[in-house]
């Protein structure tokens, strides 16, 4: 039992309750401001944002659509200054009916898919903050300023680089991509650079049906392309959409892409040696001898959890030499899946998440060597029968070979920076325990998991690099009054209820913040923060909810200021822009724009203290 009424540092505040108020609401004695929305210029030339004026030329200088991944990077030299940061934000996808009046999904303009592609990928601005609030805002036309689109260049760099998965008409040698896409978590590094994961890349690439090979036919569809025309009818203005024109296009997205923000001139890569499947977050961490391991989900349900090993040693210090050896750290390694074995009697597992008789869903696991990358590209696969180069391009299907555990939608995962335990946020998992499904195991107890949970893993002697560890649920999600919940053991009536964990990210006291994707419990979605440690472990507080339609995404917390990305206000079926379903970020017949919000103390006083 928790003595003394004060919650965890960092966590002090009156949590909000659950609501379906169409905007975003922080607690009493908070404050915020809209960051940046979509639309807004960032780039020399580029225009005020004009709904009823769009264009593409326009739409590559403006700030890109649905705002996921954030990162806030310190700006050298500025800083001390101006208070000035280098944001840096993920543009997973459009929504075009909530973007263009009286759209016709059927018959799409030019203009319109062009709008859309430079809507996609990602973004870098710097930020100013105000002196005595928490508010950022923009600084329009900075040098470091930057969008990457749907056409702009990538390298492709590690093992499957040049492979021949990856060679099309227009990259005969397999080593530049045009644009990113669906771009969703990411992470930021200790090296001063941004990682993104590419994540429903499947539903860009079209006539899926009428692909013969069978071997390429059964790649397709365990990666989830599949049908004819796409959502987007891209594949009618840009031939590499279309898979009977340009077979291997899809093979070159799924990755995660590293970001060099301090160099505008830099072409991004995307990281083979990472692998390739619905990427979400990418956060690393070091081993003790400085070498970079990053853990990283696959957002299906029954997919996966993986995690990458540096066999290299991030460089100290911000010389030239340095920069340039840590752009190639994630390049040589070892990738790895991981397998969780329950520690109590499979029969005790009944499906609905009532607690075993050892009172906890917890065991331990391993991780599966999938395979090996090496200086110049070379690479070994440990997968029998399979090449190194297809663990690389097919990894789902590698992961399955080796049996790793089918997880309920495995989304952001984060080692906290304090005790080194890793967080994974399993969003939910609708199939579990359906007919031909797998049902229910100790790791994900819930069949038809509507909720999610937060499964706490701890590396064997808490070394990164280890391929043994421990690990429990530290949240089952839902109701706390229903009894299939568990907050880390602390006393249900005292926590805030919560649905469907996505994002996740610590503060500097160490809590651990969830961010929601598709509450099942009525309300918006939100934002909770919640103690890892001491006896306030499981204290659950919100900290905010979304506007009407809107997942919270890319949360960030610093000492002073909460970021969050509004990501996909108003998105409600039926909605579109002459039928809002949300009025935000600006009121009552202003266009839905997805937009980040930063949120502060308004006595000035540090986040929850
Ligand atoms: Fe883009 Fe898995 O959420
Ligand atoms: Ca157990
Ligand atoms: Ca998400
Ligand atoms: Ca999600």
Not at 129 to 140: D, H, I, M, N, Q
Request: aromatic content about 8%.
């Amino acid at each position: 039992k928790p003595k003394g009424k004060k919650a965890a540092r960092g966590l002090r505040f009156t949590p909000v309750a659950p609501n379906t108020a169409d905007k975003v609401t922080v607690p009493d004695g908070y404050r915020q401001n809209v960051v940046i929305r979509w639309g807004e210029p960032i780039l020399r030339g580029a225009p005020a944002f004009d709904a009823d004026k769009q264009s593409a030329k326009a739409q590559a200088g403006q700030f890109g659509y649905n705002n996921d991944f954030l990162s806030l990077l310190p700006l050298r030299g500025e800083s001390e200054e101006h208070g000035r940061q280098v944001l840096v934000a993920n543009h997973e996808y459009t929504d075009e009916v909530l973007m263009f009046k009286g759209y016709d999904a059927k018959n799409p303009t030019r203009e319109q898919v062009e709008i859309a592609w430079a809507a996609h990928g990602l973004s870098v601005v710097v930020v100013d903050g105000e002196r005595k609030t928490g508010a950022l805002r923009p600084v329009p036309r900075h040098r470091l300023n930057r969008r990457l689109t749907t056409t702009s260049k990538f390298h492709l760099t590690g093992p499957a680089a040049r492979s021949e998965f990856v060679r099309t008409k227009a990259d005969p040698r397999g080593t530049t991509v045009l644009g990113t896409l669906n771009n969703c978590s990411g992470g930021t590094t200790p090296w001063g650079t941004t990682l993104h994961g590419e994540e429903n890349f499947n539903q860009y690439f079209a006539h899926a049906d009428k692909v013969t090979d069978p071997t390429q036919a059964a790649r397709l569809k365990r990666y989830g392309v599949v049908g004819g025309e796409s959502e987007r009818k891209w594949e009618r203005f840009d031939d590499r959409f279309d898979l009977t024109k340009e077979p291997n296009e899809p093979h070159r997205f799924g990755w995660v892409v590293e970001l060099d923000p301090y160099d505008p001139d830099s072409t991004p890569r995307k990281r083979t040696a990472l692998g390739r499947f619905k990427h979400e977050g990418a956060q690393p961490r070091l081993t003790r001898d400085g070498r970079p391991v990053v853990y990283m989900g696959d957002d299906e349900r029954f997919d996966y959890v993986y995690k990458f090993v540096s066999s290299k040693r991030m460089a100290k210090g911000d010389s030239r030499w340095a920069r340039e050896h840590n752009l190639t750290l994630l390049d040589e390694g070892t990738l790895y899946v991981a397998k969780f074995t329950g520690d109590s009697p499979a029969a005790e597992i009944d499906g609905t998440g009532k607690l075993p008789a050892d009172g906890e869903f917890d065991g331990g696991g391993q991780w599966i060597p999938l395979a090996t990358a090496y200086a110049g590209g070379k690479a070994v696969s440990h997968v029998e029968g399979m090449t190194a180069d297809e663990v690389y391009v097919f990894t789902r299907l590698a992961g399955d070979k080796v049996g790793a555990t089918k997880m309920d939608r495995p989304e952001d995962i984060e080692p906290s920076p304090r005790t080194g335990k890793v967080y994974v946020a399993l969003t939910n998992n609708s199939d579990r325990g359906k007919p031909g499904k797998a049902g229910a195991d100790e790791a994900n107890p819930r069949n038809l998991n509507k909720h999610g949970q937060v499964l706490e893993l701890t590396e064997s002697r808490n070394r990164p690099e280890s391929t043994r560890f421990a690990w429990n649920l530290f949240l089952v999600a839902g109701d706390p009054n229903d009894p299939a919940t568990y907050f880390a053991g602390f006393p249900k009536d005292k926590v805030s209820p919560i649905s469907c964990p996505d994002n996740v990210a610590f503060d500097p006291h160490g809590n651990l913040w969830i961010s929601t994707d598709g509450n099942q419990l009525g309300s918006h979605d939100g934002l909770f923060g919640v103690a890892t440690k001491g006896e306030r472990r499981g204290e659950l507080k919100q900290f905010l909810t979304m506007p009407a339609g809107a997942e919270t995404c890319g949360p960030l917390v610093q000492e002073r200021r909460v970021l969050v990305a509004v990501q996909h206000p108003g998105e409600v079926d039926g909605a579109s822009v002459e039928k809002p379903a949300s009025a935000w970020p600006d009121g009552p017949g202003k266009i839905v724009r997805p937009a980040v919000v930063s949120v502060w103390r308004a006595n000035g006083d540090d986040i929850g203290v």
